[in-house]
């Protein structure tokens, strides 16, 4: 596959990952080189990927914990403590092997090391490969508020190996899925209507998609790379989405979600909250709502769910004034940003969902 160009930097697909890789080390001159890795991705991404790497420049890994848990400021003093005793300097490389929690806090962690040192990031799940390591976006979470502590800094380069998919469960393929939806929604009929039984497509179909939906990322990113309007709308089905993830997160009665999980949940009700406010077609939305919980099953909410949910939708970074901003459809691929919502309109969307 074609490689991308995204602002400064290249996303690689593939056997061309390691060449461009290979080709950067051998230019850049790098002092030292450090991988990121989680548990699961060293056992089960790190050896292949060492096996395709060229470079007479010595390698350092460090572990840390897997889990949306541990994407917090505790993790990160962890590593810069290692890339400290390790030596590492301003002309080190790090290479975060992994899923989007790697991706986003290895992205932090160099951005901030020593005022900033390369990076490149290597997604290894469907959501990081077409969502979470596109577009410069780092950070950590803030105790359960997702997302609240980072910067925007684009990395060297991302390279999409696909063969690393075959590492994965069902549910983190699933997780990846909600976010290819997405792209669907905010914008193109025709690529929604393309990822229908799409995680029983061949791998050749499932590549063309991913690189169809970092497409669509891309250009939203390009034009509008520090979020000030466009962006916004690749966080459709996040507000509520985000806000039910780490009420679930926090909550030792409840089964924790994957991102993509709370996601999908988010697009439902933001969808029907699209139908009530807009005008969004009623029976388009009944549709998307057949086709997300045909994926992802329903999950089981409580009266007393709904409230603190709605509490930590505060938190949400598109908040501007005070004021909490949903991402809405007028249409499968027309989009309005900066929409205010009622509270009961939000308690008629659980139902909706519910029912």
């Known amino acids: 596959m074609d490689s991308i ?4 930097y290249y996303i690689h697909f593939n056997s061309e990952c390691y060449k461009k890789l290979n080709a950067h080390l051998d230019n850049k001159n790098y002092s030292k080189i450090f991988v990121l890795v989680d548990e699961n991705t060293h056992n089960f991404c790190l050896p292949k990927f060492l096996s395709e790497v060229i470079t007479t420049v010595e390698i350092e890994i460090i572990e840390i914990e897997s889990g949306e848990i541990h994407k917090n400021i505790d993790t990160c003093m962890g590593v810069w403590h290692a890339l400290s005793d390790l030596e590492a300097d301003r002309k080190s490389l790090m290479i975060n092997l992994g899923g989007g929690v790697i991706t986003d806090i290895g992205g932090f962690i160099a951005s901030t090391f020593k005022r900033g040192i390369d990076y490149i990031n290597v997604p290894t799940s469907l959501l990081a490969m077409v969502d979470a390591s596109v577009g410069g976006k780092t950070g950590v979470d803030l105790g ?3 997302n609240q502590i980072g910067v925007i800094n684009a990395g060297e380069m991302v390279l999409i190996d696909t063969q ?6 069902h549910n983190q393929m699933r997780s990846g899925l909600a976010e290819m939806l997405k792209h669907g929604l905010i914008q193109s009929q025709d690529y929604w209507d393309r990822l229908d039984n799409v995680l029983s497509q061949d791998s050749h179909v499932m ?6 939906s970092v497409i669509i990322k891309k250009d939203i990113v390009e ?3 520090h979020e000030n309007n466009l962006r916004k709308t690749l966080n459709y089905g996040h507000t509520l989405g985000h806000a039910i993830e780490a009420y679930f997160l926090e909550n030792s009665n409840k089964n924790s979600l994957l991102h993509g999980e709370a996601v999908a949940i988010g697009m439902v009700l933001a969808t029907y909250i699209s139908h009530r406010l807009l005008g969004f ?3 388009k939305c009944d549709a998307i709502k057949k086709v997300i919980l045909d994926i992802f099953g329903k999950v089981s909410f409580n009266n007393t769910d709904f409230d603190p949910i709605i509490h930590l939708l505060k938190f949400d970074k598109k908040n501007e004034h005070g004021q909490i901003n949903f991402v809405l459809l007028e249409d499968i691929g027309i989009t309005k940003v900066n929409c205010q919502v009622d509270n009961d309109l939000i308690l008629e969307a659980f139902d909706y969902y519910l029912s």
């Open 5 to 8: 160009k995204i602002n400064n």
């Open 144 to 146: 359960h508020l997702k």
């Open 164 to 169: 690393f998919l075959s590492t994965l469960p």
């Open 223 to 225: 034009k509008d790379p």
């Open 281 to 283: 077609d009623k029976n």
């Open 207 to 212: 590549d063309n998609l991913i690189r169809e």
